[in-house]
């Protein structure tokens, strides 16, 4: 089963405009991370903020986690048509006192030169 | 530092053909995941690792689906036999724990005809 979710599914902007996409998740988490997937570099990861943080920056990157509200966002500012990629969010969900990474199914993210 | 390896990175089968593949993760990181990757879908985790033992397959079609970690470094995912369905890109990934930053391989991509 998938717990994280992304919104939008889909994100056009151009060059310059900031991206904002969200991510949903449903039971308790350890930390929840956030994934880029391009077909040049496979996944690499961005960020980790741990359910103890509440923001977190990166660069041009800035996630947010709100645990009483079960979401994160993570923000691109001065979007770059290298940023062209599906972003996941991973929650490390416990389970029976394992950790378990479950991911999202994407936000594809489209930027326009 | 070398990444996470995977071999090969593709691979053309039929249907009820077996298949193996290799993950040979990143020095020192304890943790090792296989997740599979359908097409327009987020990574699904299949089996976790820690060192030479399984923590979670909960995932795994065990009716078809192995995975081994031979001396807790490398590691082999098989496929015996395979179905159509199982066409996707089969992802190896590594941390130094369970609830840290994973690196990713390139993955193999399985096509079964």
């Known amino acids: 089963s998938q717990q994280g979710e992304e919104d939008p599914q889909a994100l056009s902007i151009q060059e310059g405009e900031n991206a904002t996409m969200n991510c949903s998740y449903k039971?308790?988490?350890?930390?929840l991370q956030w994934y880029r997937q391009n077909s040049g570099r496979g996944l690499v990861h961005l960020i980790l903020i741990r359910s103890n943080e509440r923001e977190k920056h990166s660069g041009r990157l800035r996630v947010t986690l709100d645990t009483s509200k079960k979401s994160s966002s993570l923000l691109i500012t001065a979007s770059r048509a290298a940023d062209t990629a599906s972003y996941f969010c991973?929650?490390?969900?416990?389970?029976?006192?394992?950790?378990?990474?479950?991911f999202g199914r994407g936000t594809s993210l489209i930027v326009h030169p | 530092e070398a990444g996470v390896a995977q071999s090969p990175r593709y691979k053309i089968i039929e249907k009820r053909q077996s298949v193996a593949f290799w993950c040979n993760p990143i020095s020192g990181h304890a943790t090792l995941y296989w997740y599979q990757q359908i097409l327009g879908q987020g990574p699904k985790l299949l089996i976790q690792f820690q060192n030479n033992g399984v923590v979670d397959d909960s995932q795994l079609p065990k009716d078809r689906f192995s995975a081994e970690r031979l001396k807790g470094v490398d590691s082999t995912l098989k496929i015996q036999p395979a179905k159509l369905e199982d066409s996707a890109v089969y992802l190896c990934a590594s941390s130094v724990q369970r609830n840290t930053e994973a690196f990713f391989g390139q993955g193999t991509r399985l096509t079964v005809v």
């Open positions: 991973a929650t490390g969900e416990l389970s029976g006192g394992s950790y378990i990474p479950t």
């Open positions: 039971t308790s988490i350890n930390n």
